[in-house]
């Protein structure tokens, strides 16, 4: 599996000839540091929540364009946002599997942490062949356990140590940062140093990738 990471929470996810893109929203390409034409065509679309850091519409009407046939998933609230829009998106709710090429996604319960009093917001997180987990913008996902965790490291919902008390809980091998995408360089810097160290408590290791990097494992 080769993970590629494109700001904030976007990452592609490649096994063989299958490529799943996940989260393209606005932080992705708002200072391009990340173009549209960096990213190779793909076979899917998973989009964990409707909010704009992880659905930019504007630009997954282009990835659409640019990929014949790509199917774009995700919960109730994007498929009738993008359907607005004229783009064509199926249903993933909590507990369904979808198959995609080489990929078997699950959608997991994952609520969206609290950003306004009364104010919700729905999003699924997405296990991906049993080893890559993606909560979007939640850190209470109930899972024993993941191999490779796409950790929110900074957000207005959370703390560093909340972030970390995660992580600590799951103990995964491997931990990609992301939800980093509105962090001065400075800032990001210094997060990323604390956070290798922490993992490296428990054996694992921390993937401080610049756009468009990978690593595969």
Not at 44 to 57: E, F, L, Q, R, S
Not at 59 to 70: D, F, N, Q
Not at 178 to 195: M, P, T
């Amino acid at each position: 599996m080769k993970i590629t990471k494109y700001l904030h929470s976007c990452l592609l996810v490649q096994e063989k000839q299958t490529r799943l893109l996940i989260d393209p929203g606005t932080f992705v390409f708002a200072d391009k540091l990340v173009t549209l034409d960096q990213i190779p065509p793909v076979s899917a679309i998973v989009i964990t929540h409707v909010h704009g850091d992880h659905c930019d519409v504007k630009a997954i009407k282009e990835l659409v364009r640019i990929s014949p046939g790509v199917e774009i998933f995700s919960n109730s609230e994007v498929v009738s946002s993008l359907g607005h829009e004229g783009v064509h998106v199926a249903v993933l709710n909590e507990g369904d599997t979808i198959r995609i090429g080489s990929f078997s996604v699950v959608a997991l319960r994952g609520a969206h942490e609290a950003i306004e009093p009364d104010v919700a917001c729905d999003n699924i997180a997405l296990m991906i062949n049993g080893r890559l987990l993606h909560p979007g913008d939640s850190q209470h996902v109930d899972i024993a356990h993941a191999e490779i965790l796409a950790l929110p490291v900074a957000a207005p919902w959370t703390r560093r140590t909340e972030a970390w008390a995660y992580a600590k809980k799951l103990a995964p091998k491997h931990v990609i940062p992301i939800h980093d995408g509105f962090l001065k360089d400075y800032f990001r810097a210094a997060n990323d140093a604390k956070f290798t160290a922490w993992v490296r408590e428990w054996g694992g290791t921390y993937h401080a990738l610049a756009p468009g990097e990978s690593f595969e494992v």
